[in-house]
């Protein structure tokens, strides 16, 4: 399988995200900092809508200040940020990010908190997607590109201890699957009934 295959061409054969995308083989991702998550040449669309040049660029504490430009604009645009947030500041948070061409149309964010049921941290992330692009299939490879950031950044930083990654979803009608397709296991609820899900990296070991 060739790395820049189609990913609407690759499910069109009954693929999987993740052997698409060789997850299971991070050596294999193009190598260097501030790269591109080139999953895709070009998407050949088909029924499930995909853009035509699509994109994810790796932006976890890069200081890119393009990406960070057109993410401000981006929640400028969509009025999505609480008042007491300023845009400059979450920006800083920003992982991974997907273009159509020049255009910015999803970004994941990510916090790292304490999960007091398992006395661990994880980096609890937030995905943002354009209304016209919700439908097109991109959520769960940005999704596994920001899971995949996250992990270098883990595995080159083991003294911060992160354990994996997690998101609280607040997306209505999804989450029906206990495991999803990027590897969020249900865990538990927040007291307002949204679905807590947590990811633990391969690499991390519990202190004992």
């Known amino acids: 399988m060739a790395f820049a295959e189609s990913l609407a061409d690759f499910y069109a054969k009954g693929g999987r995200i993740e052997d698409w995308w060789l997850i299971a083989h991070p050596a294999s991702l193009p190598p260097g900092r501030g790269r591109y998550f080139r999953v895709a040449a070009r998407h050949s669309g088909g029924d499930r809508g995909m853009p035509n040049d699509i994109r994810y660029v790796a932006a976890w504490r ?8 057109d993410a401000i604009a981006l929640w400028t645009e969509m009025k999505v940020l609480p008042p007491n947030i300023r845009a400059e500041e979450r920006a800083k948070e920003l992982v ?7 255009r910015l149309i999803a970004v994941t964010t990510a916090q790292i908190h304490l999960h007091a049921p ?3 941290r994880f980096a609890f992330m937030r995905l943002l997607v354009r209304p016209e692009a919700e439908k097109s299939g991109l959520a769960v490879p940005l999704t596994v590109a920001c899971r995949e950031e996250l992990r270098e950044w883990s595995l080159a930083n083991p003294h911060e201890q992160v354990a994996g990654y997690a998101a609280v979803i607040t997306a209505a009608g999804y989450g029906a699957k206990p495991v999803l397709n990027a590897g969020l296991t249900l865990v538990g609820y927040t007291p307002d009934g949204h679905q807590i899900r947590t990811y633990w990296w391969d690499h991390f070991k519990i202190p004992v």
Request: charge should be negative; aromatic fraction near 6%.
């Open 62 to 69: 890069r200081n890119d200040p393009a990406i960070e430009r």
């Open 96 to 102: 991974a990010v997907a273009y159509d061409g020049d």
């Open 118 to 120: 398992v006395r661990q």
